[in-house]
């Protein structure tokens, strides 16, 4: 990260901790662009200590390449180690023209100079998180976002029955609740017989509130002598802190902790990047042999149809057509996550597991991944087909497996695949719920949670059916639409950790496969969510 992404004024300079700094939309503009930032903070970065780059010296006009900007840097740091050199040379002069002292004072005068001057990514980037971080908190300091996951049935029933229908996980155990909120993990784990609980929650107003919850439900581990004289039976106790920062609150002995739970998922299963809390946490207090819960998570997709987009909302609004905004909107649709519930009778494509994370053995490095999938048109009233839709579907199916050559697709259904849609699955696998083991989905075909899905648009849609031609398509481009359907969408999927703290991107390249095999690749996209 090499710039903040607060607007704090109309200069271009601002300072940290002494230092200036370039504004963001400066520094993209000196630079030519953001592709080549990251490489230019890893040869920052490789720099020594008395390696100080100038301003003047990375803010190139029409700087484009990493090539370039390396060069630059590189050239910056020589010409300050020379001048640094040159009036340390001047000390051994005995002719009177320049004293020890002098030199000494031009010497420091250059040291600030060159400080003032410095992009300090380090310090830039560390006030870019501070920043996200305190949003990120802030947010979750509303009690209609804890009512919202409060009242997810599914996610609540899967928590609950997980903690309470597992009593020998956690009767007498330690038990670290990371991210606690309003407290009711921990309000669970006090119940199902845990000897001590630490709840860590790094919102000032949700660690009082959980405090408070804790209190009322005799939960709460008083610290005061009279509090211990009266034998208090309270097992709680609230920690206000990051986990990351939580020993500068309290002291942990490492490996303690018995069993860690944590409702770290977010949209789109890594999205707000809390995993990695739940790793550092494991990490370091975890004992061996010890248990987190959920322990397993799980990525799936499949491909959606146009109910999934806003297409047909457009098409008839109080019987106008406005197909047009429409269309604009699945543009849009294009370059940014849509999170919603989709219907099931809107999947149009079997389902592929995309990727499993045991979180016993996960390192923050792996939630960043790509793999490759592959969607197959499926048979079946989830397509959201009439009685007789279907019928003539499932003659022409027959009809195709029979004759290989049959080439008329003109009655066939085709399904037109729109996009693709994800979700994710947590379990608390019997490798620690040995009693009663359980699964939070956020399946389109379970009932729906606060998660939704995920839903990435094509820019194009793609024609599938199950029982399309044999015949090769004279031309690449035919392959995937109306006169040449395709008979599945192979593809390959990245996630990783955005340079935006606690966002991720998504990368989705896509190509539709036809008869002998022909496959025809549409332009990779980029998601931000």
């Not at 008395?50 to 910056?76: F, H, M, Q, R, W």
């Not at 009266?230 to 500068?248: A, C, F, L, P, Y």
């Not at 010890?290 to 990525?299: E, H, R, S, T």
């Amino acid at each position: 990260m090499l710039y903040s992404f607060e607007e704090e004024g109309e200069d271009a300079m601002e300072s940290i901790n002494g230092v200036d700094v370039v504004d963001k939309e400066e520094l993209l503009r000196e630079l030519g662009g953001g592709d080549c930032l990251k490489d230019i903070q890893s040869l920052v970065d490789s720099l020594s200590d008395d390696d100080d780059v100038e301003l003047s010296d990375l803010a190139l006009t029409n700087l484009s390449t990493t090539e370039s900007a390396g060069k630059a840097i590189g050239a910056g740091a020589a010409n300050n180690r020379k001048e640094v050199y040159d009036l340390n040379s001047n000390n051994s002069k005995s002719n009177g023209v320049t004293t020890a002292e002098e030199t000494s004072q031009q010497y420091s005068l250059v040291k600030t100079k060159d400080k003032r001057s410095k992009v300090t990514f380090a310090n830039v980037a560390e006030k870019e998180i501070k920043s996200i971080n305190e949003s990120y908190f802030g947010a979750y300091s509303r009690f209609a976002i804890h009512r919202e996951m409060l009242s997810d049935q599914v996610r609540m029933d899967a928590y609950k029955g997980a903690i309470l229908n597992n009593p020998s996980l956690f009767k007498r155990a330690v038990v670290m609740d990371v991210g606690c909120g309003t407290g009711i993990l921990s309000l669970f784990a006090a119940q199902a017989g845990a000897a001590k609980v630490i709840a860590v929650e790094a919102s000032e107003k949700m660690a009082s509130v959980a405090c408070q919850v804790a209190k009322a439900n005799n939960m709460l581990k008083e610290e005061s002598e009279n509090a211990k004289n009266q034998n208090s039976r309270g097992v709680i106790t609230v920690v206000h802190s990051m986990i990351e920062d939580i020993d500068k609150c309290m002291a942990i002995e490492s490996q303690s902790v018995d069993v860690i739970v944590s409702e770290w998922m977010g949209y789109c299963l890594l999205y707000e990047s809390m995993l990695s809390s739940v790793i550092y946490a494991r990490d370091h207090w975890l004992k061996p042999g010890g248990a987190i819960l959920p322990d397993i998570a799980k990525m799936y997709v499949a491909g959606v149809g146009k109910g999934g987009t806003s297409l047909s909302f457009w098409e008839n609004v109080y019987g106008f057509n406005m197909s047009c905004i429409g269309k604009e909107v699945v543009e849009d649709a294009a370059q940014q996550p849509i999170v919603d519930v989709v219907d099931s009778r809107d999947i149009v494509t079997e389902t592929f597991v995309l990727h499993t994370f045991d979180i016993m053995t996960i390192k923050s490095e792996d939630m960043d991944f790509t793999t490759t999938f592959e969607l197959k048109p499926k048979l079946g009233r989830e397509n959201a087909m009439s009685d007789s839709q279907e019928e003539v579907l499932k003659e022409e199916f027959i009809q195709t497996a029979i004759c290989n050559d049959f080439e008329d697709l003109s009655l066939s259904s085709i399904h037109w695949c729109h996009g693709i849609v994800l979700w994710f699955e947590t379990g608390f696998t019997s490798r620690f719920c040995k009693e009663m083991p359980t699964v939070l989905s956020t399946s389109p075909y379970n009932p729906k949670t606060h998660w939704a899905q995920t839903l990435l648009t094509f820019k194009e849609p793609i024609a599938l059916s199950p029982c399309a031609s044999t015949k090769v398509s004279s031309s690449m481009q035919e392959i995937g639409t109306a006169s040449s359907p395709a008979f599945g969408i192979k593809g390959r999927l990245s996630i990783a950790r955005s340079f935006r703290h606690r966002s991720i991107d998504i990368s989705v390249e896509t190509m539709a496969v036809g008869a002998g095999d022909q496959v025809r690749v549409w332009p990779v996209q980029i998601f931000n969510i």
